[in-house]
């Protein structure tokens, strides 16, 4: 039986039913591939990916045509999923079109929705988007691409005037036409202040267990993250970088014991061929390969 693709009407579904979607980012074909075959509901492909897949220091260093790569490759793997391509720094503020031209090329590498970050002052792009007939989901409260503004990655939303003003905003993106909201690092109160005021679907990536469902970094959530952010909010259910760093050392080792490749690893030969290679080996002059490369061009005098 073909499996069926998480909409939004699935979404609501899960909330109408008091059920959390499991929400997580992945932005490589194979992470893709096992958490829709574990049954996630959504897939962020986040800007993230700058700093968890590219090494840069912060997200505001990716661009569409890194992002695309990375969308491509997990919208080939989500077989169920619900993937949310993340609109990059300065792929959707300049303008309504080019907010529209970014959101769409994601659409057509197959995403399911987009996400933008930023309250109030996106809104106009938001409409626009959704004017296009593009699902997007609003990003409030600790927004990575702001971090200049709120002068780092702050708990955001901790007095009742920051909740309120969350809040304002959180209403701007529904009129706006959002299907979901995505709240970063609040707290949990505030987080449900929100939610319980707002018509949408509300996420949470750190903003406590009063949301419609929990986002996790998938670097975060398996230990494989080279870097120094390291969130209060997450829970680790793997060591993935420790084992692969551990295989890595464990295939040198063999490689220089001599202990890899083993004989089953090596293609057999009928014994008859074998015997007239062994003794071919053994008759025929062998060439002397220099044990280091000779300089193909001589030093000018
Ligand atoms: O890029 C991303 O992964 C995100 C999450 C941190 C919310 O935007």
Redo the contacts with the bound molecule.
């Keep these: 039986m073909p499996t069926r693709k998480v909409t939004v009407a699935t979404l609501a579904g899960l909330k109408d039913r008091d059920e959390k979607a499991v929400f997580v980012?992945a932005y490589d074909y194979p992470t893709a591939t096992f958490a829709d075959r574990a049954g996630v509901d959504m897939i962020?492909v986040?800007?993230?990916?700058?700093m968890?897949m590219l090494g840069l220091p912060s997200?505001l260093q990716i661009g569409m045509a890194e992002m695309l790569v990375f969308i491509r490759a997990v919208t080939r793997a989500a077989q169920r999923a619900f993937v949310i391509g993340?609109l990059p720094f300065l792929s959707y503020q300049p303008s309504d079109e080019t907010a529209i031209r970014s959101a769409g090329a994601f659409v057509a590498a197959g995403c399911d929705a987009v996400?933008c970050?930023g309250g109030a002052r996106v809104a106009r792009r938001v409409r626009a988007m959704v004017d296009a007939g593009i699902a997007v989901m609003g990003?409030l409260g600790?927004?990575?691409q702001s971090l200049g503004q709120l002068g780092g990655y702050r708990v955001q939303g901790k007095s009742l005037a920051a909740a309120e003003r969350l809040l304002r905003d959180a209403e701007a993106l529904e009129r706006a036409g959002v299907f979901s909201i995505?709240l970063?690092a609040v707290p949990a109160e505030t987080a449900a202040f929100v939610r319980e005021r707002t018509g949408v679907l509300v996420y949470g990536?750190g903003a406590g267990p009063h949301v419609d469902g929990q986002?996790v970094?998938s670097h975060d959530l398996l230990g494989n993250f080279v870097g120094e952010i390291a969130p209060k909010f997450v829970k680790r259910y793997a060591e993935v970088g420790s084992a692969v760093e551990g295989a890595f050392r464990d295939y040198a080792r063999d490689v220089r014991a001599g202990v890899f490749p083993g004989p089953e690893h090596c293609y057999p030969l009928d014994p008859a061929d074998e015997a007239l290679i062994r003794t071919a080996r053994k008759t025929r002059p062998a060439r002397r390969l220099p044990s280091r490369p000779t300089p193909a061009v001589e030093a000018a005098p």
């Design positions: 980012t962020l986040g800007d993230s990916a700058a968890t997200t993340d996400k970050e990003h600790l927004t990575p995505l970063e990536i986002l970094i």
